[in-house]
């Protein structure tokens, strides 16, 4: 059986700036780190292009960083995008997974959908689920909220 997590979220904006906003290198390195009291490492390069690679590298300091390459298999922008992530943490934990990503038009705003699959155990998928993309979708939420100059909507 195949671990995987299905997450959405409501995002400001039309699809083409949350798709921008997800897969941009320079919007990446703003909404990284737009939650965080003290600012941490985040190196960003994206080559998006089918069998192109994005590669970030993040953390709070040099001896603390998590390194993730993704490779493209599938861009239809601004609609889908589907990757390979290989990753590791800084204890040198390491994981591959296949993430795919929709944006979908929706009440004035974007439907982001994540469909990710490949964990090689249940407590690495809860973590995703409740820890990484729950940060990631209310980083980026607040990264068009502020580039829209517009309130967040309650949820």
């Known amino acids: 059986m195949t671990l995987q997590i299905h997450l959405t979220r409501?995002?400001?904006g039309t699809p083409e700036e949350a798709f921008d906003a997800y897969t941009d290198a320079g919007k990446q390195k703003?909404?990284?780190g737009i939650l965080d009291e003290e600012p941490g490492i985040v190196e960003i390069d994206v080559d998006l292009r089918v069998g192109g690679k994005q590669t970030a590298v993040w953390g709070p300091s040099p001896d603390m960083l998590f390194r993730e390459t993704q490779t493209f298999?599938?861009?239809d922008r601004p609609h889908r995008l589907v990757t390979e992530s290989s990753g590791s943490s800084p204890d040198?934990?390491?994981m591959t997974t296949r993430v795919e990503v929709t944006f979908e038009e929706k009440d004035g705003g974007t439907l982001m959908t994540v469909t990710q699959s490949g964990f090689p155990a249940p407590?690495?998928?809860d973590f995703f689920a409740t820890e990484v993309w729950t940060g990631a979708f209310?980083?980026?939420e607040a990264y068009l909220?502020?580039?829209r100059g517009t309130l967040p909507s309650p949820g």
Do not use: H, N, V
Request: no cysteine; proline share 5%.
């Open 10 to 12: 409501q995002l400001p």
């Open 92 to 94: 040198g934990e390491t």
């Open 145 to 147: 909220t502020r580039e």
């Open 30 to 32: 703003i909404w990284f």
């Open 138 to 140: 209310a980083r980026i």
């Open 73 to 75: 298999l599938e861009i």
């Open 123 to 125: 407590e690495l998928r």
